[in-house]
């Protein structure tokens, strides 16, 4: 059981470059989510997907675009990638459509951009 | 005020010991309450989740949830070394609809031998 699978695990772009971060979970999960996560900053919300279909700004969306290919893939893009974006970038998914179920989390991608 | 509140720590406890692990929260409406485990490099992981107040048991790990002081805890006890990374606090705040999760920062525990 893989759970939430991310690709790639670590990347370096250079600024303007583009890239689509992918995740994918074999759960039947109806939510999913993308969060970065900075040092001290904690785990911040990107954007979500409640459900196939739909998908909604968190936190912090710009420079960030979406999309919920299907009920298992959710893809985030960075169209024209800057060096604030370099982080860690976490897809989760959970069972409800809600945020009162736990999420489940990929390993994460490492992304630097120069 | 920040909407989830942990001390970054790091809280140092000898082996063997309870590690006592506490979050607040702002939003008085906030439902569901999660602690999850940070291995350095690695991926957040899910130990406890409390809806209700009180106490809820799992193992060597409690989690202390009380509404009225907007504050919940985890405890660990017979602390391990592998107990040694960030704990995030994590809860779900508001009503209706989608009920977006707020992450705090984490603690860092350390477990001595």
């Known amino acids: 059981n893989a759970g939430v699978t991310q690709t790639p695990k670590f990347q370096v772009l250079k600024t303007g470059q583009s890239m689509t971060l992918q995740c994918a979970q074999d759960?039947?999960?109806?939510?999913m989510y993308w969060y970065r996560q900075d040092p001290g900053m904690g785990l911040r919300l990107i954007y979500y997907s409640a459900s196939e279909g739909t998908t909604d700004k968190g936190e912090v969306p710009n420079g960030y675009n979406v999309s919920r290919l299907n009920k298992r893939e959710f893809s985030l893009r960075l169209e024209s990638a800057a060096p604030s974006q370099t982080s860690v970038y976490f897809c989760a998914s959970s069972e409800g459509t809600g945020g009162s179920q736990p999420q489940h989390f990929g390993d994460g991608t490492r992304l630097s951009i120069l | 005020q920040k909407e989830v509140e942990q001390n970054s720590g790091p809280l140092s406890v000898p082996e063997g010991a309870i590690a006592s692990l506490n979050c607040t929260y702002s939003?008085?409406?906030?439902?569901?309450f999660f602690w999850y485990r940070q291995y350095s490099g690695k991926s957040p992981e899910l130990i406890m989740f409390?809806?209700?107040?009180g106490d809820k048991e799992d193992g060597r790990f409690t989690a202390q949830l009380n509404k009225a002081s907007q504050y919940v805890s985890l405890l660990i006890r017979d602390s391990q070394p592998s107990d040694s990374a960030t704990y995030l606090c994590a809860v779900n705040r508001g009503s209706g609809g989608y009920q977006k999760v707020t992450f705090g920062i984490g603690t860092k525990l350390q477990v001595i031998p």
């Open positions: 939003d008085r409406g906030s439902q569901s």
């Open positions: 759960m039947n999960h109806n939510s």
């Open positions: 409390i809806y209700s107040n």
